[in-house]
């Protein structure tokens, strides 16, 4: 990876935080994405005192909020040429129905449209990079949804944690699968993945029986972060999987997902709510707005 520029969102804590140190550690440039100062630069020290590499750097946004990864957007611009890979990765489950601040259920603000707008808005720095792939760690979660309800997106009616993480992780698969046909022209390779049931931080903003009793009892049995991150490595460095597209991957295997992930009517109609949602006029192209005074 050397000379390779890799940006990994939610890299200041588990599955994120070990691909940013294996990637580094193989010589990479890193770009951090967090949404805390604090916890970002003691990540960002961590990272470059584990593998010596000083090319790692930190930008701040919040991964649920549309302004701050338009924000977000327009300083890569400003400060990169190109980008190789984007792992979109940040992610969480929250245990009351709470809102973004731009009015979405938090779980599809953050899983969903935080993946769909930070590659909406990275794309072209994409299209000058070398490797050309998009990452989105998607989970086995989305095998226990039934139905897309489309009538209920934002949850509003019968609000479950663990059922509006598990949609926001199809809808994951979905976006992956859309975006995939979209860019094969362009060979930009889109593949997502369930990383395992890895120990980490995930559902500390869970319920407190979540959080505080399942998660802890669980972890004897889960995987290190180390682990959890193998596949997300190797989407983005494998020469395995350079001319794969749009495909959903599990212990660096090709996988089938549940039936419903492969609905195609379903994948698309979620695009077009998301577009929607978004107000983004034609997907990975940005109008840079100037202000005239
Ligand atoms: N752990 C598992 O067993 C498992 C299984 C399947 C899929 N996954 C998926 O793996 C991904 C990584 O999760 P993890 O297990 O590594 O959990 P984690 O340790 O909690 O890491 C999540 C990362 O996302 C960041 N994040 C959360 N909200 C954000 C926001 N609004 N803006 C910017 N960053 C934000 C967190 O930052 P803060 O530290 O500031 O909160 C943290 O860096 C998620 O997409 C998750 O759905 C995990």
Not at 177 to 201: D, F, M, Q, Y
Not at 224 to 251: C, H, M, Q, R
Request: proline content about 1%; charged content about 25%.
């Amino acid at each position: 990876m050397k000379g390779k520029t890799v940006v990994v969102t939610g890299a200041n804590s588990g599955i994120g935080k070990a691909t940013a140190t294996a990637l580094a550690a193989r010589g990479a440039t890193i770009y951090m994405v967090c949404r805390n100062r604090r916890r970002g630069e003691n990540a960002r020290r961590d990272i470059i005192t584990a593998t010596k590499n000083t090319n790692i750097h930190l930008m701040l946004c919040d991964l649920s909020s549309m302004g701050s990864i338009q924000a977000f957007g327009t300083s890569m611009r400003e400060q990169l040429e190109s980008i190789d890979v984007l792992i979109n990765n940040a992610g969480a489950v929250f245990g009351s129905r709470q809102l973004s601040l731009d009015g979405l259920e938090l779980t599809f603000a953050l899983n969903h449209v935080g993946y769909f707008l930070t590659a909406h808005y990275l794309l072209d720095l994409l299209r000058k990079g070398e490797s050309k792939r998009i990452v989105n760690v998607a989970s086995m979660g989305h095998k226990s949804v039934k139905k897309v309800d489309f009538e209920n997106l934002q949850n509003e009616r019968n609000y479950k944690q663990l059922k509006v993480y598990c949609e926001s992780k199809l809808y994951n698969i979905y976006f992956t699968r859309i975006l995939a046909e979209k860019l094969k022209k362009e060979k930009i390779t889109v593949n997502c993945l369930h990383p395992g049931v890895v120990s980490t931080n995930f559902g500390s903003s869970a319920s407190w029986y979540l959080s505080k009793i399942m998660m802890p009892l669980g972890r004897t049995f889960m995987i290190t972060p180390e682990k959890g991150a193998e596949t997300s490595i190797y989407l983005a460095s494998s020469e395995n999987v350079k001319n794969i597209t749009g495909k959903y991957f599990d212990k660096q295997r090709e996988t089938i997902p549940a039936r419903l992930a492969m609905d195609d009517k379903n994948a698309k109609r979620i695009w077009d709510e998301t577009i929607k949602i978004t107000g983004i006029k034609e997907f990975g192209k940005v109008v840079e707005e100037f202000t005239f005074i």
